[in-house]
């Protein structure tokens, strides 16, 4: 009898959870095949019920974010952040939200409370390098391009980013060495810079 109990309430446990699972899944398949606005409409059905699920807040506010609705995106991924307040993706996406704003301070912040995490990814030391590049700050800027190109060797990016960021301090041949780097790495944004500044 035991046995028998124990197994309908696994069988309803493990029921509960895969239809908590569906609503959210429904918005991550929309929102993967680009079907912004009915995958809001699935996170907001799945929300009423699980109003402090972190991944399906944040993933609302990615979805606001493609169709445009900047404070709508704003609001989740803040939201998302008070419920799960050492979340590195969510810090990452605020600061890149407020990058694209042109708030290179609140970018700079939230890329800042990001490396501040154990574990924290090179693109979170990227993003505060270009927050920092951005306000001026080129000498913590380097440190920090620096430090995310350490962590992933093959950071396309951070190399273009880097080489810009030595360019524009009287660095022409490490700022080119960078580039050529950036390009190898197929980050094909480089190839435009480097015929400007390195032939």
């Given at each position: 009898m035991r046995t028998q109990i124990r197994f309908y309430s696994s069988l309803l446990l493990l029921i509960t959870l895969f239809a908590c699972g569906s609503a959210s899944n429904d918005g991550d398949d929309l929102y993967a095949s680009g079907e912004y606005e009915e995958a809001i409409k699935a996170y907001d059905k799945f929300l009423s019920t699980n109003p402090k699920n972190v991944k399906a807040i944040y993933n609302r506010g990615r979805s606001h974010e493609e169709l445009g609705n900047t404070e709508l995106a704003e609001k989740d991924f803040i939201t998302a952040l008070e419920y799960d307040a050492n979340n590195v993706q969510v810090m990452l996406s605020l600061s890149n939200h407020f990058q694209k704003q042109k708030n290179h301070s609140s970018?700079?912040?939230?890329?800042?409370?990001?490396?501040?995490?154990?574990?924290?990814?090179?693109?979170?030391?990227?993003?505060?390098?270009?927050?920092?590049?951005?306000?001026?700050?080129?000498?913590?800027?380097?440190?920090?391009?620096?430090?995310?190109?350490?962590?992933?060797?093959?950071?396309?990016?951070?190399?273009?980013?880097?080489?810009?960021?030595?360019?524009?301090?009287?660095?022409?041949?490490?700022?080119?060495?960078?580039?050529?780097?950036?390009?190898?790495?197929?980050?094909?944004?480089?190839s435009d810079a480097i015929e400007k500044y390195c032939k």
């Open positions: 970018a700079l912040l939230y890329a800042d409370r990001a490396v501040e995490i154990s574990g924290a990814p090179a693109m979170a030391y990227f993003m505060k390098a270009r927050a920092l590049h951005q306000l001026g700050n080129t000498e913590e800027a380097l440190k920090e391009y620096n430090a995310a190109i350490k962590m992933d060797k093959d950071f396309g990016q951070a190399y273009y980013n880097r080489g810009l960021l030595k360019l524009a301090t009287d660095k022409k041949k490490s700022g080119c060495e960078d580039l050529n780097l950036a390009l190898k790495l197929d980050y094909v944004q480089a």
